[in-house]
């Protein structure tokens, strides 16, 4: 059923660089898609939210992008910094009763 | 401060011996779900419940209850727990179902 593909699996930069996470989905249609951010052990933090009309979502270092057309998602981060390692999460919400959650990418953020 | 709680945060029990985890949020919020994440698997959803009274089946619901008398409270009943069941379960809870989730720090939990 998960037909949200998050890739690369995991990934390594080093601090001050940029990243872009990626996210490629099959379900259509939608109503939204969401990223998350998951410290080791911890509960997920919603990042973005944005619904399939919108191309684009900020949130300080985080800006996600969204292509309906092609569906991919992608997730940049600028200027890394350590507390940037975590997981992260990219979900398709389809319906009340049907979300679609990536397996998630690790990035780690060295000095 | 706006939050969802979690209890226990670690349990470790033995197989089929009845357990509750509880859940509550204090943000008034309509929607509440209960999570499992397994390593290589993701968050996979148990239960969901829309409304008090409404609770309804998610991809995993095999071997767990639910109950939604209080709209702030969302617990998780395993009647009788299995070594499968091992896992680290979170409960989130949101506005409405379109809405971004709040989650709760998680529990840890381990069948033997």
């Known amino acids: 059923k998960n037909q949200v593909e998050q890739s690369p699996q995991s990934l390594i930069i080093l601090e001050g660089k940029n990243c872009t996470l990626q996210c490629n989905y099959t379900v259509s249609p939608f109503s939204n898609l969401r990223w998350y951010k998951q410290d080791t052990g911890r509960g997920p933090v919603s990042l973005t939210i944005m619904t399939f009309s919108e191309n684009t979502k900020s949130n300080g270092r985080y800006t996600a992008t969204l292509d309906a057309d092609t569906k991919q998602s992608s997730l940049h981060i600028t200027a890394s910094q350590l507390s940037d390692s975590a997981s992260y999460i990219c979900?398709?919400?389809?319906?009340?009763?049907?979300?679609?959650f990536g397996a998630g990418t690790r990035l780690t953020v060295k000095p | 401060e706006a939050q969802v709680t979690q209890n226990p945060r670690y349990l470790i029990t033995v197989t089929g011996k009845k357990l509750t985890v509880t859940c509550s949020q204090n943000m008034n919020h309509e929607y509440m779900s209960w999570y499992r994440q397994d390593p290589g698997l993701g968050l996979r959803q148990i239960y969901y419940?829309?409304?008090?009274?409404?609770?309804d089946k998610g991809d995993v619901p095999e071997g767990y209850k639910v109950s939604r008398k209080e709209k702030r409270n969302f617990p998780l009943i395993l009647e009788s727990p299995s070594p499968n069941q091992t896992s680290l379960y979170f409960c989130?809870?949101?506005?409405?179902?379109?809405?971004?989730?709040?989650f709760g720090p998680g529990t840890r939990l381990t069948v033997t």
């Open positions: 989130a809870s949101s506005p409405q179902w379109f809405d971004e989730q709040y």
């Open positions: 979900v398709v919400s389809v319906g009340f009763n049907d979300m679609r």
């Open positions: 419940s829309m409304n008090v009274e409404v609770t």
